[in-house]
């Protein structure tokens, strides 16, 4: 059974610095690509990074691109999510998620339950 | 970006009836689009990849269709469990994008 266990959500300054991480089992993690997917109080899903199976590829939404860098340890399997300058407006619930091709078909397959980041001044 | 417009916002109906969401792309995404549901205090869950294919466990219920710029998700017949936001993602162009939602509510 795929599980993805997110962790390190709190509640951090503006500006301040967090590190999210999420593990993963119940696959070869290795083999698949992962994202990460907010949802701000009140708010739809926001996608807002991925990363490739050996790292060499990682792209971001705009709204994160340069303070947030995603990362993965394949030997761990882990999956990180390092957050510099946070802001407010970064505040959700942030989902870790397990990428699978379906028949040509990139995919958001399996959820993590959420870690919660609260960003206030 | 591609931006995904879904309607109705809310849709309110009773078990048993028919549920028809909406999404539409600002520019073609092909078939690369899927549904997902969500619940609140759970994970989300993919329903239907490709616009039109069910994911593996999802109920016959579930139904997608459309390519290009307008996609429908059906509901042949509303279970208690169905209840919950429905959303759209496209998977054409970067960065991925979801529409606004579409909360399925009991009437």
């Known amino acids: 059974e795929v599980q993805l266990l997110e962790s390190g959500g709190a509640l951090v300054q503006t500006g301040g610095s967090l590190r999210l991480s999420c593990a993963a089992s119940g696959f070869t993690f290795s083999r698949y690509a992962m994202s990460w997917v907010r949802q701000a109080p009140g708010k739809g899903l926001e996608w807002i990074s991925i990363i490739s199976t050996s790292s060499t590829n990682t792209y971001y939404a705009d709204s994160v691109k340069g303070r947030f860098t995603i990362s993965r340890d394949n030997s761990r399997n882990r999956l990180h999510l390092q957050m510099d300058s946070l802001r407010a407006e970064d505040t959700a619930v942030y989902y870790c998620?397990?990428?699978?091709?379906?028949?040509?078909?990139?995919?958001?397959?399996?959820w993590g339950q959420g870690t919660l980041v609260t960003v206030s001044s | 970006e591609i931006v995904l417009t879904q309607s109705p916002a809310t849709l309110s109906l009773s078990p048993g009836e028919r549920a028809t969401l909406s999404c539409r792309a600002s520019q073609s995404v092909s078939s690369y689009l899927a549904w997902y549901q969500h619940k609140a205090g759970q994970a989300p869950r993919l329903l239907i990849y490709g616009s039109s294919n069910r994911a593996t466990g999802i109920p016959a219920r579930f139904s997608g269709s459309g390519s290009g710029t307008d996609f429908t998700l059906t509901i042949s017949s509303l279970e208690p469990e169905d209840f919950a936001v429905y959303y759209c993602q496209q998977r054409s162009n970067w960065p991925l994008t979801f529409g606004g939602g579409t909360k399925v509510e009991i009437k």
């Open positions: 998620v397990k990428e699978e091709n379906y028949s040509g078909y990139e995919v958001l397959d399996y």
